[in-house]
Nanobody, 119 residues
Framework: EVQLVESGGGLVQAGGSLRLSCAAS????????IGWFRQAPGKEREGVSC????????YYGESARGRFTISSDNAKNTVYLQMNSLKPEDTAVYYC????????????WGQGTQVTVSS
């Protein structure tokens, strides 16, 4: 059974940082891409960042570029999202998903972790 479990969300002031973790199990980690997505109240879910577990190639959405960094620890089957210079508009539920970076076709989703950035 594929499982994705996010952690690390919380309340932070604007300009602060958080590191989200996504612990994965139930599949061959190296074969997949794992992506971070987010959904703010009243808005559609959007892609934030994605990483290829086979070669480490990374992808960033416009909102994340320059402030967020995605990384992985294949030995721990865990993907991280380091978020710096957070803004109130980053407030959302953050989800990780596999096996690809396409929000419409990726199959497996975690339960999400809430990130709230206060101004």
């Amino acid at each position: 059974e594929v499982q994705l479990v996010e952690s690390g969300g919380g309340l932070v002031q604007a300009g602060g940082s958080l590191r989200l973790s996504c612990a994965a199990s139930g599949f061959t980690f190296d074969d997949y891409h794992i992506g971070w997505f987010r959904q703010a109240p009243g808005k559609e879910r959007e892609g934030v960042s994605c990483i290829s577990m086979s070669d480490g190639t990374t992808y960033y959405g416009e909102s994340a570029r320059g402030r967020f960094t995605i990384s992985s620890d294949n030995a721990k089957n865990t993907v991280y999202l380091q978020m710096n210079s957070l803004k109130p508009e980053d407030t959302a539920v953050y989800y990780c998903a596999a096996p690809n970076c396409d929000i419409d076709t990726t199959d497996y989703w975690g339960q999400g972790t809430q990130v709230t950035v206060s101004s």
